[in-house]
């Protein structure tokens, strides 16, 4: 289980794929001593366990499931991932829960650059409009945000300079692909 507070961008240093597994690579600096092979990262928002460590670099395999799912298919060598390690008992709870496990990927609609911060329009697609509420809770490529405005088609986030600068919506663009993973309370609401 994840927060959605990001701990450290990384940049993706290797990629291997087949038929059923990718092996990705990712250079990280913070969390690199904390970590140990076989704990769980989220990997912009995907819980992904480390299968390997050295000099500097995290593995992980992500299932063709997964890579179906989320945008683990779009990586390409230099991009830069978000990571956060795994929720540890007594830890705060800044963001919300965020179990690493993603709903859907959808392409950013709009990035419009406020006096100071940022605002997202994301697409929305209908089947998935039942886990969205103005105020409520989402993640976006393991971001825990706020939604601020929900519509038939899209929702928006409003994003602070230090979200911008600290995870990789910095280096997003209109029409890139993020992971989105709903609030799993209004989830498991809507399911009632």
């Not at 991009?79 to 956060?84: A, G, K, S």
């Amino acid at each position: 289980m994840f927060t959605g507070i990001i701990k450290e961008i990384g940049e993706v240093e290797k990629i291997a794929k087949s038929s059923a597994l990718t092996k990705i690579g990712v250079k990280v600096k913070a969390v690199f001593e904390e970590t140990k092979v076989s704990d769980s990262i989220s990997v912009d928002g995907v819980c992904l366990t480390v299968t390997n460590k050295t000099n500097g670099v995290l593995y992980f395999d992500a299932v063709k499931s997964t890579i179906e799912k989320t945008n683990i298919k779009r990586l390409k060598l230099r991009d830069f991932v978000n990571l956060e390690p795994a929720l540890k008992m007594g830890e705060k709870l800044g963001g919300h829960f965020v179990l690493g496990h993603i709903d859907i990927e959808a392409k950013i609609k709009r990035i419009i650059k406020k006096n100071n911060y940022w605002y997202l329009e994301v697409n929305l697609p209908v089947d998935f409009r039942k886990y969205v509420i103005d105020n409520g809770s989402v993640s976006l490529n393991g971001i825990s945000l706020t939604i601020k405005k929900v519509t038939p088609r899209f929702f928006t986030v409003d994003i602070i300079p230090f979200t911008y600068e600290n995870t990789n919506l910095k280096y997003k663009r209109v029409g890139d692909w993020v992971n989105i993973e709903f609030d799993y309370l209004l989830k498991s609401r809507a399911k009632v």
